[in-house]
């Protein structure tokens, strides 16, 4: 495992990085925090797996990658089938590049240019989305995604393999259609 150097100590990068993103105060935009809390609180794989939070993704998430063996990105999605969909992603530039919010692949790709390096393996969990109302709460179908969505990825993270990954997501692919 890989050691990262920050304000002269030194910190151990552990190999899965599970990043959610978006919103608490905006309904099912909540979606990727929520379930990083879910998976936080539950999962045994805490010596293996770094939770991170964010409102929005930003350039400087790009360093969030470094040292990592495999990378999930986990956002809610109104344009995703229910109650979940996942798939691998590559470094891409998109129109997001130049905003502060990014998408994952944007992140991926400012990490390969200022890395000068593939970036890790990573996926998208996109959980279906329904309403974004500034104060409102998760809508009942979110939390039945939600749900659904917590044991799936609780069972990435119990088999923490890029082939397996990539199993369950044709498997996830198959079911969402």
């Known amino acids: 495992m890989a050691t990262a ?3 002269g100590q030194s910190i151990v990068a552990k190999p899965i990085l599970v990043f959610g993103y978006g919103n608490p105060g905006r309904g099912d935009d909540a979606l990727g925090p929520e379930l990083l809390e879910m998976l936080h609180n539950t999962t045994a794989a805490g010596e293996k797996v770094d939770f ?3 409102f929005q993704l930003q350039i400087e998430h790009a360093l969030d990658l470094e040292h990592r063996l495999l990378v999930l990105f986990i956002d809610a999605s109104v344009s995703c089938k229910a109650p979940f969909e996942l798939k691998q992603i590559k ?3 998109d129109l997001s590049y130049t905003t502060h919010a990014m998408s994952p692949a944007s992140v991926l790709q400012v990490y390969q240019s200022i890395k000068k390096e593939a970036p890790p393996p990573s996926f998208l969990l996109s959980i279906r989305a329904e309403q974004f109302e500034l104060g409102d709460d998760l809508s009942a179908a979110a939390k039945e995604n939600l749900y659904q969505a917590d044991r799936f990825v609780g069972d990435l ?5 890029l082939l397996r990954w990539r199993e369950l997501a044709d ?3 198959n079911i969402a259609a």
């Open 5 to 7: 150097k920050s304000s």
């Open 52 to 54: 991170l939070t964010d």
């Open 91 to 93: 470094p891409e530039r």
């Open 157 to 161: 993270l119990n088999n923490p393999s």
């Open 171 to 173: 498997h996830a692919r």
